[in-house]
């Protein structure tokens, strides 16, 4: 439920500039909500004199019959939609025909004609798109206001967002905007098709064990999921949807925001982590950060990228965004070599699901060489360049 307490309100009008679907009007110098508001907040969070008052639903007000579809969050990147949305496909059409639901995806951005196509190419039966030059890169509040707005006018039963930096900052936002739940960092998704509820699968106490979680009551059921867990969905060009255009109108002005440059950060390295196929990682075996220099030649001889253990990122020996584990990014490689690396439970969790791992360690007892496809007892700093050296003199 959504008023305005007209005792408060000033005329001041900014919330009909804030609304994106144009749902308070001003009578009389005073705002009135109309039949277009769909609760998304927006007006709430910009009025200064706290004159509109949301409240949501009690768990007893809920009706979770209701609310039918899995959903799927799209997010976008300089090249289209990112891979961890089409991952997310893949899953999200898995757990749709567990449901007997449809596959929806819900789009934001400015010019995106080809980013609808890849959804419903990649297993998308609706795609619902919200289109402004506002939301041509990704800002909090508008996108949390329209896919609010979106959400609570289309009722899905559950919503998936990849827990990529802008997932994890949205998914909370949307969760808390409109009363649901929220498990963040899946990586397992499961139906529980007489309950019809969603298994949530997260690492919990330090990676330590597992925990499965249900949201009984609030609705949506919503979950951020780690890239790289799910394979991506297929493509099928032929494949054709539904698209559902939301018109919105947003204001500049009401954007507490502004982008003022995007500047795109490297370090030199010419292979993307999270998309590589091979990756070369280094750990504290290293001894000093001097010596990753060996871990970056064999990964440039491979065409790899490199990564690096919490460990050595929390040292300062290289840059967080190569960091591999729960708290970093989770790969999925068909080659991972580990030097270095004694196999801590968190990193392992980043990239225990990758085709082939090599270990390369001196201590025999280490963790890693439980997970990995073929170890070498032996100090990184002389096995490492001599395995560099001979796939020069193999590869050339």
Partial sequence: MIKVEVEKCNGCSLCTRVCPYGGIDMQDGLAVISELCNFCGACVQACRQQAIIMSLPTRDDIDTSAYRGVWVIAERGPNGVVKSTLELLGEGRRLANDLGVTLEAALLGDGVESDIRALIQ???????????????HYRTGPYTDVLTGILNDRKPEIVLISATPQGRDLGPRLAARIGAGLTADCTGL?????QRLLQQTRPAFGGNLMATIL???????????????????????SRTGEVNRVPIRLDERGVLTKIVEVIQHSDGETVNLVDAHII??????LGKPENF??????????????????????????????????????????????????????HLAGMGSSETIVAINKDPSAPIFEVATYGVVGDVMEVVPALTESLKRALS
């Fill in 122 to 136: 990649h297993g998308a039966d609706r795609v619902h798109v919200a289109e402004d030059p506002a939301l041509a």
């Fill in 280 to 285: 070369v990682s280094g750990g504290r075996g």
């Fill in 190 to 194: 499961a139906i529980d098709k007489e």
């Fill in 215 to 237: 949201c009984r009551q609030a609705r949506p059921q919503m979950a951020t999921v780690r890239p790289n867990v799910f394979k991506k969905a297929d493509l099928d060009p």
């Fill in 293 to 346: 220099s060996i871990v970056r030649a064999l990964a440039e001889v491979l065409g790899a990228a490199v990564g690096a253990s919490r460990a050595t990122v929390d040292a300062g020996w290289i840059p967080a965004h190569h960091q591999v584990g729960q708290t970093g990014k989770t790969v999925q490689p068909k080659l991972y070599v580990a030097c270095g690396i004694s196999g801590a439970v968190q």
